[in-house]
């Protein structure tokens, strides 16, 4: 066998990789095999406690709900045993008390007074206890007042017998009216669908009741059961998260009259962020729901539970309608309760959605090439900035005077800069800078200024002789005849 699985897998894994080299898909897999579920469809729980050691005292010490949450035929046993042990055991006691008086063998004797009358032997004994147990009181065998052992016992026989009969009883009563059985005739679909609802991926499932007593005060929760392992390290094998089903709008609160749809939207604060029709061919998780309500003809709380699989959960799918108008009434088909149909759905998880839809936004493309033009422009003054000082100094006193093509593509720059944040500013500013012939001049006249604001600055700052050559004899009618008067001697 081992040798024919190894043929097998070297075939498979051929037959794969030639698959893939002719641009063919490869064979699909096996179907993986049934996982063990840790709530079962009719929604009993998969968990077993063992090696309890010393703690399976704590199960007598609170006897009577161990009794009540046993099955049936354990309850039965336990009940008829306890009546034929304790009907024995006071039966014997009053043949023993004959016995020690003697009665047995006086039992004909009309001149003789028994503690018992008409008890000679164990059956008459067990058939006196019986009629005095269940008060039925025949009138032939009766106690007499010569026998106070008697009359203690009798008084015994009374309280335990009260006490067996409540327990026992008690126990009986709890155990028929628990509301389990009222969990059966509450549905839930054979699988849960995801699809689009209101444009958002959500994952669906059906519930419904099938008996025209309401379910009072119905309430729903969904816990997701998923593995997952910790920064630190630590696994968790059954990690429980919420998965929210309308508890912060209300809708987890049901009116179950009619089979109902119970949404839970995927967005960014889901368990399900991630998850993608793709991504569900190699997940693990399990859906536990709980439904609890108040039985409306006893007045006792019910809960009936169900589970859904990664395997149960049907992507691109909705349930059919079950509801329709009839003549004066709603009629429910239950035929079609877990019957589901395709619909277009989108494979991607929503994260990838959102992912898609932000790389696809326009208004992120200008922004991203007016940053790419600004960084190129301010590249290149700086590639310019760099050549200007490499430059020997007589060459950059001569190109000193090219400083102003460079100024005036820095202006420029930060014009086309402010053109391309146009669209930034608030209405306002746009309106005003939209006015046709203001913009123009506006920006003519304030390059000009400061076209000539740095000139004049950088020209101040200069030697007086560098100045004489930089046609520095605009700033010289600004001067006193004095200063004039030295300059023009200190250049003679």
């Given at each position: 066998?081992?040798?024919?699985?190894?043929k097998l897998?070297?075939?498979?894994?051929?037959?794969?990789?030639?698959?893939?080299a002719?641009?063919?898909?490869?064979p699909?897999?096996?179907p993986?095999?049934?996982?063990?579920?840790?709530?079962?469809?009719?929604?009993?729980?998969n968990?077993?406690?063992?090696?309890?050691g010393?703690?399976?005292?704590?199960?007598?010490?609170?006897?009577?709900?161990?009794?009540?949450?046993?099955?049936?035929r354990?309850?039965?046993?336990?009940?008829?045993?306890?009546?034929?042990v304790a009907?024995?055991?006071?039966?014997?006691?009053?043949?023993v008390?004959?016995?020690?008086r003697?009665?047995?063998?006086?039992?004909?004797?009309?001149s003789?007074?028994?503690?018992v009358?008409?008890?000679?032997?164990?059956?008459?004994a067990?058939?006196?206890?019986?009629e005095?147990?269940?008060?039925i009181?025949?009138?032939?065998?009766?106690i007499?007042?010569?026998?106070?052992?008697?009359?203690?016992?009798?008084l015994?026989?009374?309280?335990?017998?009260?006490?067996v009969?409540a327990?026992l009883?008690g126990?009986?009563?709890?155990?028929?009216?628990?509301?389990?059985?009222?969990?059966?005739?509450?549905?839930f679909?054979?699988?849960?669908?995801?699809?689009?609802?209101?444009?958002?991926?959500?994952?669906?499932?059906?519930?419904?009741?099938?008996?025209?007593?309401h379910?009072?005060?119905?309430?729903?929760?969904?816990?997701?059961?998923k593995?997952?392992q910790?920064?630190?390290?630590?696994?968790?094998?059954?990690?429980?998260l919420?998965?929210?089903?309308g508890f912060?709008?209300?809708?987890?609160?049901?009116?179950?009259?009619?089979?109902?749809?119970?949404?839970?939207?995927?967005?960014?604060?889901?368990?399900f962020?991630e998850?993608?029709?793709?991504?569900?061919?190699?997940?693990?998780?399990?859906?536990?729901?709980?439904l609890e309500g108040?039985?409306?003809t006893?007045?006792?709380t019910c809960?009936?539970?169900?589970?859904?699989?990664?395997?149960?959960?049907?992507?691109?799918?909705?349930?059919?309608p079950?509801?329709?108008?009839?003549?004066?009434?709603?009629?429910?088909?239950?035929s079609?309760?877990?019957?589901t149909?395709?619909?277009?759905?989108?494979?991607?998880s929503v994260?990838?959605?959102e992912?898609?839809?932000?790389?696809?936004?326009p208004?992120?493309a200008?922004?991203?090439?007016?940053?790419?033009?600004?960084?190129?422009?301010?590249?290149?003054?700086?590639?310019?900035?760099e050549?200007?000082t490499?430059?020997p100094?007589?060459?950059?006193?001569?190109?000193?005077?090219?400083?102003?093509?460079?100024?005036?593509?820095?202006?420029?720059?930060t014009?086309?800069?402010?053109?391309?944040?146009m669209?930034d500013?608030?209405?306002?500013?746009?309106r005003i800078?939209?006015?046709?012939?203001?913009?123009?001049?506006?920006?003519?006249?304030?390059?000009?200024?400061?076209?000539s604001?740095?000139?004049?600055?950088?020209?101040?700052?200069?030697?007086?002789?560098?100045q004489?050559?930089?046609?520095g004899?605009?700033?010289e009618?600004?001067?006193?005849?004095?200063?004039?008067?030295?300059?023009?001697?200190r250049?003679?």
């Open positions: 066998m081992s040798a024919l699985r190894r897998g070297d075939e498979y894994q051929v037959v794969s990789t030639s698959a893939s002719a641009g063919l898909p490869p699909r897999a096996a993986r095999g049934k996982r063990q579920r840790f709530v079962d469809k009719n929604g009993r729980c968990v077993q406690h063992g090696n309890l010393g703690e399976t005292s704590r199960y007598l010490s609170d006897l009577f709900t161990t009794l009540v949450d046993l099955k049936w354990w309850n039965l046993f336990i009940f008829i045993l306890t009546y034929t009907w024995l055991f006071m039966a014997s006691m009053w043949w008390i004959a016995y020690m003697g009665d047995l063998n006086k039992a004909h004797d009309d003789y007074t028994p503690c009358a008409n008890v000679y032997n164990f059956p008459s067990f058939l006196f206890f019986i005095t147990e269940a008060t009181g025949y009138g032939y065998r009766y007499t007042d010569k026998c106070p052992e008697g009359i203690i016992l009798f015994f026989q009374s309280i335990l017998g009260s006490i009969d327990f009883i126990c009986m009563f709890i155990k028929m009216s628990q509301p389990k059985k009222r969990a059966e005739t509450l549905m679909s054979e699988h849960a669908a995801i699809s689009m609802r209101d444009g958002k991926l959500t994952l669906m499932f059906r519930v419904g009741n099938l008996r025209n007593s379910m009072v005060s119905a309430q729903i929760r969904c816990k997701l059961l593995s997952r910790t920064p630190e390290g630590e696994f968790l094998p059954l990690d429980q919420e998965l929210d089903v912060s709008t209300g809708a987890d609160q049901l009116f179950l009259v009619s089979p109902l749809t119970i949404c839970h939207v995927i967005d960014s604060k889901s368990p962020y998850l993608s029709q793709r991504s569900m061919q190699s997940e693990q998780f399990e859906i536990v729901v709980i108040i039985v409306e006893t007045g006792m809960q009936a539970r169900t589970s859904y699989t990664e395997d149960e959960v049907l992507w691109g799918h909705r349930f059919f079950v509801i329709s108008l009839e003549e004066g009434f709603f009629k429910v088909d239950y079609q309760f877990h019957a149909f395709e619909v277009p759905t989108p494979p991607y994260k990838e959605q992912e898609m839809l932000l790389m696809s936004s208004l992120i200008p922004a991203v090439g007016n940053s790419k033009e600004r960084n190129s422009s301010v590249e290149c003054l700086d590639g310019l900035d050549v200007g490499k430059l100094s007589k060459l950059q006193k001569i190109t000193g005077r090219e400083d102003f093509p460079k100024k005036l593509l820095r202006m420029s720059s014009t086309s800069e402010k053109a391309y944040s669209g500013l608030p209405m306002k500013l746009q800078s939209s006015v046709p012939g203001n913009s123009e001049e506006k920006l003519g006249s304030k390059t000009t200024k400061m076209m604001d740095p000139m004049s600055q950088s020209v101040a700052e200069l030697p007086p002789k560098l004489k050559l930089s046609g004899g605009r700033m009618g600004n001067l006193p005849p004095k200063l004039r008067k030295m300059n023009s001697d250049f003679t």
